[in-house]
């Protein structure tokens, strides 16, 4: 079945991922970005901000499904430094693009009675285990966040679970692995066995994506996982996503890494 789908963030890392799979299954795809959207018609490619409400309800009327992937990513400085000094823009970028932002998208949603919306998250909301060994981590696994990014992803954690619990909305949350978004990052991936791990392939984090869509029933809220496979050990138990959305990685590091 072809669906109709909204993906916000279309024109970034895993957003072009995201819209060349679903694209390539034969769906219809709506983006939006502050710049255009490789792969999309311009008009499908709609340029605005999470706080341009009325184009976000506009593109949202008749979708089957939200993946929203738009928000200020952790890596405005890169490498990180240690906490406080990590780099994270709390008050002029998490909170208006991660946290205001997810409101707005969350609201279209419940207004425009969009059955399904997937939320990007992390694993950086359960970071602290990998440091300590516990793993693998699953959905279960206490949260335990690294810095002031990974809390908003907490909170969109949270406000999903409250969206589907309240307004009937399927929500699945994925804590995505690693997909570097730049030569830098997957320096830093080719340096660390861990990284190598909880990497994620451009053409797995597609074909993830399609599967949130293509799955046939997912009520409620779900936290699940997505990384390619492992080289060395796993840490993020995929288990429950592949029960969930049918979800098997394909790849492995480095497949992919250095994709555009
Ligand atoms: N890439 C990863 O390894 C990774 C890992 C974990 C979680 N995530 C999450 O996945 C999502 C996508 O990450 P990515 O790696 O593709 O990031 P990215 O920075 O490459 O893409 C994000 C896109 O969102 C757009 N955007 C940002 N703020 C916006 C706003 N207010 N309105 C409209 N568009 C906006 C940007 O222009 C950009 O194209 C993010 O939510 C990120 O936190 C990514």
């Known amino acids: 079945m072809k669906h109709r789908i909204l993906v916000t963030g279309s024109a970034g890392r895993l957003g072009r991922a995201a819209v060349a799979a679903l694209v390539a299954n034969g769906h219809h795809v709506i983006g939006i970005d502050l710049r255009p959207t490789p792969g999309l018609p311009p008009g499908q490619s709609l340029v605005a901000t999470l706080a341009d409400v009325a184009v ?8 089957d499904c ?3 992937l738009a928000a200020t990513p952790d890596d405005a400085r890169y490498p990180r430094g240690e906490a406080p000094d990590d780099g994270d823009n709390f008050l002029d970028g998490l909170v208006p693009n991660n946290i205001v932002g997810l409101y707005n998208l969350l609201e279209i949603a419940r207004t425009s009675k969009v059955p399904r919306v997937v939320l990007a998250s992390t694993g950086q909301v359960i970071d602290r285990h990998l440091d300590s060994g516990n793993v693998p981590v699953n959905a279960s696994t206490r949260i335990a966040p690294r810095y002031l990014y990974a809390c908003t992803k907490v909170f969109l954690e949270a406000v999903g ?36 791990d909880v990497y ?22 779900h936290v699940v996982y997505a990384t390619s496979k492992p080289v060395n050990k796993v840490l993020y ?3 429950e996503t592949t029960h969930l ?10 497949t992919g890494a250095s994709e555009g």
């Not at 976000?56 to 979708?63: C, E, S």
């Not at 994620?200 to 809220?221: C, I, M, N, Q």
């Open 200 to 221: 994620l392939s451009p053409g797995d984090a597609g074909r993830f994506f399609a599967a949130t869509v293509e799955a046939e029933k997912v009520p409620g809220f």
């Open 245 to 254: 959305i049918g979800f098997e990685p394909h790849d492995t590091w480095p």
């Open 56 to 63: 976000l309800r506009a593109a949202a009327k008749g979708v």
């Open 161 to 196: 679970q409250v969206y589907a619990r309240e307004h009937g909305i399927e929500i699945l949350a994925v804590r995505l692995g690693w997909c570097p978004r730049d030569a830098g990052q997957v320096a830093q991936i080719a340096a660390s066995v861990e990284d190598q």
């Open 237 to 239: 138990d995929l288990r």
């Open 66 to 68: 939200i993946i929203h």
